[in-house]
Every structure is written in C-alpha cells, then in structure tokens.
T-cell receptor, first 114, second 116 residues
Framework: EAQVTQNPRYLITVTGKKLTVTCSQN?????MSWYRQDPGLGLRQIYYSMNVEVTDKGDVPEGYKVSRKEKRNFPLILESPSPNQTSLYFCASSFTGASTDTQYFGPGTRLTVL | AQTVTQSQPEMSVQEAETVTLSCTYDTSESDYYLFWYKQPPSRQMILVIR??????QNATENRFSVNFQKAAKSFSLKISDSQLGDAAMYFC?????????????FGPGTRLSVLP
C-alpha cells in the first residue's frame, strides 16, 4: 500500500530534550515536506526537500532541522524543543515538487512540549 | 505573499442537505492552483478537489463541486447530499503554478458538522 508514515504519532516531551520525528514514504517520491498545523493558522511549511541531500527552508524553519540521506526518509529534528513548538506535524511527499503533483500526507504527529 | 482566508470557522448542515464553504485568496499571480482538503477526526489530510486557475470550468468530484471566481479571488466548496462522513475540518489551499518546491498556503480551516 502506497503511504507516508510518521513516528511517533503522539509525543510528550520537556523543554530542551532533543527529539526526532521520522517520516518515510514507499512511493519513490523525490519531494518531501514538513508542515505544522496550529489552530486558526492552517498548515505552514517548515522545510522541504527536492531530492536526496537537497533541502530548503519553508515559512517557519526556526528551531527545526531536517536531513535527506535516503530518498524514502525525511526526519524532522528538534534540537532543543520549546513550548511554542507544541503542534500537530505533518509530513508530505509527491513525485516532484511541481505544483501539478498531488501531495500525499502522513497521518500526523501530535507533539506537546512542556 | 499570497494569503488564504476562510471566514467561517464553523458551519453545520443537516444530513442530505447542501452546504457551501467559503474561501477567498489574495495573489498577484495569474496562474496557480487551488485545493480543498478534508481533515476528519483521524487527522489524515485528504484531497477533496483541485482547480487550475487557467481553467474556466469549475471542478467537480462526485458530491463535491467548486465555484471558482477568478476575478473575485473566490473559491467556494459546495457539498451536496451531505453525509455524516463529511463531518471534518476543511482547508482551502493555494499553490503557485511555477513555485517549484514551495508549498501550499493554507487557510485557517472551517469545521463542518453534519447533523442527523
């Protein structure tokens, strides 16, 4: 089954404790992206990757890191989480980054930073 | 920068009735794409419908259709014969035609309740 998976689905952590949210897709997609969803703001892009070893900032990259060492994986790293990073996070992928491509979203990760 | 506005934070509709969700956007571009995504309680983001700005014809997917008014920068979603499974958060989104790699601009969402 074609899908985008994220782990963990739920995470409660404390300020300053480094964490990684994994994202994996099995569709051989070149393009992958991370979003955060906050009430009243919709989804906002954090980082995206056009292909292996190619990443770029989205609209809200502060406090996040990403890496793309393999085509299928695109982890989101919070080196020192803060309470304002409490949010719902989505990973998405598509064949390319072209606007015509449909993005496939993962199931979301609910992160709470205390 | 583009913006997307959904002025109805919440709406409700009776089962089997029709409901229209509003979306307006602001852009100086002439070519772009517009989307409606559905997010049920499972939180999964599901593409409902897509509209290319250069197409005059309004997109339709089964019970879902849009009213695209390019000059007014309006993109409303009509759900006909509403079903209980239509209850969800609905997001309107904009994507530039040639903004390769860059993401969508999402609206804040409208929460739709379907009453039995």
């Amino acid at each position: 089954e074609a899908q985008v998976t994220q782990n963990p689905r739920y995470l409660i952590t404390v300020t300053g404790k480094k964490l990684t949210v994994t994202c994996s897709q099995n569709m051989n997609h070149e393009y992958m992206s991370w979003y955060r969803q906050d009430p009243g703001l919709g989804l906002r892009q954090i980082y995206y990757s056009m292909n292996v070893e190619v990443t770029d900032k989205g609209d809200v990259p502060e406090g996040y890191k990403v890496s793309r060492k393999e085509k299928r994986n695109f982890p989101l790293i919070l080196e020192s989480p803060s309470p304002n990073q409490t949010s719902l996070y989505f990973c998405a992928s598509s064949f390319t980054g072209a606007s015509t491509d449909t993005q496939y979203f993962g199931p979301g990760t609910r992160l709470t930073v205390l | 920068a583009q913006t997307v506005t959904q002025s109805q934070p919440e709406m409700s509709v009776q089962e089997a009735e029709t409901v229209t969700l509003s979306c307006t956007y602001d852009t100086s571009e002439s070519d772009y794409y517009l989307f409606w995504y559905k997010q049920p309680p499972s939180r999964q983001m599901i593409l409902v419908i897509r509209q290319e700005a250069y197409k005059q014809q309004n997109a339709t997917e089964n019970r879902f259709s849009v009213n695209f008014q390019k000059a007014a920068k309006s993109f409303s979603l009509k759900i006909s014969d509403s079903q209980l499974g239509d209850a969800a958060m609905y997001f309107c989104a904009y994507r530039s035609f040639d903004n390769y790699g860059q993401n969508f601009v999402f609206g804040p969402g409208t929460r739709l309740s379907v009453l039995p």
